[in-house]
């Protein structure tokens, strides 16, 4: 564990943090002020956000949100950040190589994770503690009050890195009534989990709540161990306890302090992959694996069996503390003064078979010395917030201080030197062998797996072994803003809203850089280029000797650049054995928004807004290397010491329209928005290493609507949903190697579909419905029945775009049937979630070293893709006093 900060931890006992909002009317059983006994309609009226930091009705707020109570996020299961993605369209949320690389997307935006040096552009802030990747957000969250996505740039309130939108959770806040509640599930696959939590009165001035949880899961994927290590051969099973407690005081009624801590740990096996494409790369790994290393052709990836021989073991704690004050001095009027306080430990342990095969090829050991992530978050905010007859307004400061702590390893097995070298043999001796075809001068193919010890010089078996990399980052980021918000009620109808934030961001990264296994067959190579190649060349091409000097050495010069370039591929490249560099950016930015919102009665508000929004640049912490040592070069061997990207930057436009119609029971809101990103942060994965991309120009245009309707004519049903269309595309005008197409006389580049096509993870069309019908069995008992789907669009799933990485339309649908006791002191539920079994993949991504062309249908590469999950079903008891 990273060692922590101990000044931190006291002020995060001893400070202040922001009170929780008051809870979202719940939607189903909402009341009107008028007394019950009048029978007067539910209403939705009465639903409350916190998008703007204050407690606002929805239909006043001139932001687009999606609204979810607590009663709809337990009627569809949901427990965090990934679940709720089915009720809100436009909203994705992927996994990757593990569950500590979780990324989300808002209207197609997003940032592919798998490099904890990028940042997301759709921000998680939980009970007012923003945190600083999505992953954090992704486990057992408890016992929830609400979640509010707000969508479109949000970054004057809520800070940096939200140019996408915000995932805003709230938990439950204690109360001064005693209770008590339980549950214990089980479901296929094993499935067991239970619950509880406990809150009461301390006095007539305090109160408490405390919420513990643990859930077990068998794995859903089949694993092909091949001949080990591995024994484990199942993959996504689930293993994870929480802790959460909360301690309110309220001393007067002008001040309210709420501490908080959490505790939540994983001990999972994920993720591998399966094979969708398979290429003529698997012959390769067979051979060198002596067995079936991946899946065959035409194999089923939906039967969902996985190649893996290397552990993928994942450890994840995620710890923290909070403090909130909510006090009213009698300043200004009234105005409240806020305080958010929290101190946070994040770390991740996690192994990986990087070749997704049961070859042993490369991988990682499940080790806290091979494998480890790390951050220790401190932020502190402050809010003064009024309001006077004609302006609501509000200023704040924040600062946060985040140390990152990075070990990354490559181990290289004993079938790495064969299979490169068989590629590098077949590819380079391939192409030559054609070329002196029409001079009758034979090329000796035979042997490949021998023709890298053949260059080297070194004896087969002893290029690559052992630990090729050993790497370690150490970043901290301070970040300092000033903000304003202020609403003018310029008369009864118009509202005008202006805010402000200016940031200042300062990063600094330590980068060392060690090869433990001395990169011999590189090293060698390196020594003198040219003699090794051609001498091994030589010999198997004895005629080449024949041929003119210039032509000789044009056809060494060429096969050079190739056979080094495979045999130096960053974990194997001697040139970074024993680089240390030191990087520092200091950033200086302003972001606002400016809205106007007009009330033409009491059911219609339109509003029109502009935000600019800003996300942080930051450096890529891996390793990285070019054709000179510059980053926006083609690929090559060069290191790069300059590991830099710029911010992102936002700029959005919204029309929209809140409307509420029969009697309060009917709500249709609906948004066009069109926003204009500049240095887009692009994280690319390229079959052999991550890259990141500034991509000048992305637009996404579109229109956003939602439902919530509780008809009159059917007492207890509730209906909410939402249709999304956006059209999220990259600019057509995109610099460097990387986006050039190929001519006949060049290979294209690895990102060259980008210029002009949609994004990834960015369907034309999204959309959600959800259905929730309670009903009266008898005077005692009640049943409630709730049925949701969300249905995406056809989309590409990889961040290359390439056309094996094609995602079909589908629709995920989740169903839950429950009776119980009137009074709600037990109820037996009956779930099933993707209940039709819908085939679908989150992440599609190249086979690594199995997929070396960017040409489509290329018949050498293998795809590799980390599926959804298939249909999971229980039961759930839950007892309530």
Not at 412 to 437: D, F, K, M, R, T
Not at 702 to 719: F, K
Not at 734 to 763: C, H, N, Q, R, W
Request: proline share 5%; aromatic share 10%.
């Amino acid at each position: 564990m990273v060692s922590g900060h101990p000044q931190r931890h006291a002020l995060a006992v001893a400070l202040l943090a922001i009170l929780a909002s008051p809870a979202l009317v719940s939607t189903a059983h909402a009341q009107d002020a008028e007394p019950a006994a009048n029978e007067q309609p539910t209403t939705l009226a009465g639903i409350t956000v916190t998008a703007q930091k204050r407690e606002e009705a929805l239909q006043d707020v001139p932001i687009s949100v999606t609204a979810l109570d607590e009663q709809l996020l337990q009627d569809t299961g949901i427990r965090d950040i990934k679940d709720m993605q089915i009720l809100v369209p436009g909203l994705t949320v992927t996994s990757t190589q593990n569950e500590a690389i979780t990324t989300a997307r808002i209207r197609g935006i997003g940032t592919v994770g798998d490099n904890v040096g990028l940042e997301s552009s759709v921000g998680v802030v939980i009970d007012g503690v923003y945190r600083p990747r999505n992953s954090v957000g992704f486990g057992d969250l408890g016992q929830l009050e609400r979640i509010e996505v707000l969508k479109g740039p949000q970054g004057t309130v809520f800070g940096k890195n939200t140019s996408a939108g915000v995932i805003n959770v709230v938990t439950r806040r204690p109360s001064y009534t005693q209770s008590a509640e339980a549950e214990i599930t089980a479901g296929n696959y094993g499935a067991m989990g239970v619950a509880g939590s406990y809150n009461d009165a301390l006095g007539d001035q305090a109160a408490f709540s405390v919420y513990a949880a643990k859930r077990k899961r068998d794995g859903w994927m089949d694993v092909e161990t091949g001949n080990g290590p591995r024994t484990e051969d199942k993959d996504y099973d689930q293993d994870f306890h929480t802790l959460r407690g909360k301690l309110l005081f309220e001393p007067t009624e002008n001040l309210d302090i709420l501490f908080s801590g959490d505790f939540t740990s994983r001990d999972e096996n994920c993720c591998t992959a399966v094979q969708t494409v398979v290429g003529q790369s698997a012959l390769v790994l067979n051979a060198v694996a002596g067995r079936q290393a991946v899946a065959a052709p035409g194999d089923d990836p939906f039967d969902r069996v996985a190649y893996s021989n290397r552990p993928t073991t994942q450890k994840i704690k995620d710890s923290g503390v909070a403090m909130e004050i909510n006090w009213e001095p009698g300043w200004f009027g009234g105005a409240t003064l806020t305080s958010i306080t929290a101190s946070r430990e994040w770390e991740s342990i996690n192994g990986l078979d990087y070749d997704f095969s049961t070859a042993d090829i490369l991988y990682r050991n499940p080790t806290e010395d091979e494998s480890f992530t790390g951050f220790e978050t401190f932020s502190q905010e402050f809010r003064l917030t009024g309001s006077t007859e004609r302006v609501d307004w509000m200023f704040g400061l924040f600062y946060s201080d985040e140390d990152l702590t990075r070990r990354e390893t490559y181990r290289i097995g004993p079938h790495y030197e064969p299979y490169v070298s068989s590629l590098i043999g077949n590819l380079v001796l391939g192409a030559i062998a054609q070329q002196l075809a029409p001079l009758q001068i034979p090329v000796d193919m035979s042997n490949p797996a021998l023709f890298v010890s053949q260059v080297s010089g070194q004896p087969f078996g002893t290029n690559f072994a052992g630990l090729g990399a050993n790497d370690r980052y150490k970043q901290n980021s301070e970040s300092l803003a000033l903000f304003t918000n202020n609403t003018w009620h310029a008369t009864d109808a118009l509202d005008l809203t202006l805010g402000l934030r200016y940031t200042r961001e300062k990063k600094e990264l330590h980068s060392d850089y060690s090869n433990p296994n001395g990169s011999i067959g590189c090293g060698s190579m390196l020594a003198n280029p040219a003699a090794r190649v051609g001498g091994a060349l030589y010999q198997r091409i004895p005629g080449l000797a024949m041929l003119p000097p210039e032509v000789q050495a044009q056809i060494i010069g060429g096969a050079a650049s190739q056979i080094i370039g495979y045999s130096c591929l960053p974990w194997a490249n001697a040139l970074h054995h024993g680089r240390s560099t030191l990087q520092e950016t200091d950033d200086k930015e302003w972001s606002g928004t400016l809205k106007a919102a007009y009330r033409w009665n009491d059911n219609v508000m339109t509003y029109a807004s502009f935000a600019r929004g800003y996300k942080g640049g930051g450096f890529n912490l891996d390793r990285v290397q070019s054709a000179d040592g510059n980053s926006e070069s083609g690929a090559g061997i060069m290191p790069v010491n300059d590991t830099s990207f710029a911010g992102e930057f936002v700029d959005s436009f919204e029309l929209g329209a809140k409307t509420t119609w029969a009697d309060g029971t009917l709500l249709l809101n609906a948004t066009a928005f069109h926003q204009e990103y500049e240095d887009f942060q692009l994280n690319s994965f390229l079959g052999t290493s991550f890259v990141v991309r500034s991509i000048p120009k992305v637009t996404s245009t579109g229109l956003d609507a939602e439902l919530l309707w509780q008809p009159r004519a059917v007492q207890g049903l509730m209906l909410q949903g939402g249709l999304m269309y956006a059209k999220t595309e990259f600019g057509s005008n995109i610099p460097g190697p990387d986006f050039v197409e190929g001519t006949p006389l060049s290979t294209s580049g690895a990102l060259y579909k980008l210029p002009g096509a949609t994004m990834p993870f960015a369907p034309e069309w999204s959309g959600s419905l959800s259905a929730t019908y309670e009903w009266d069995f008898s005077s005692n008992l009640v049943g409630r029945f709730n049925i949701g789907a969300k249905f995406m669009g056809d989309y590409n799933t990889g961040s290359d775009l390439d056309v094996e990485k094609h995602q079909d339309s589908y629709t995920v649908v989740n169903a839950r049937f429950g009776i119980g006791r009137a009074d709600s002191r037990w109820m037996l539920e009956f779930w099933g979630t993707n209940i039709t079994d819908t085939e679908y993949v989150q992440v599609g991504f190249d086979g690594p070293l199995q997929a070396l062309f960017p040409d489509p249908g290329n018949p050498f590469n293998t795809y590799n893709a980390f599926p959804a999950a298939p249909r999971m079903y229980g039961v759930t008891f839950r007892v309530r006093y």
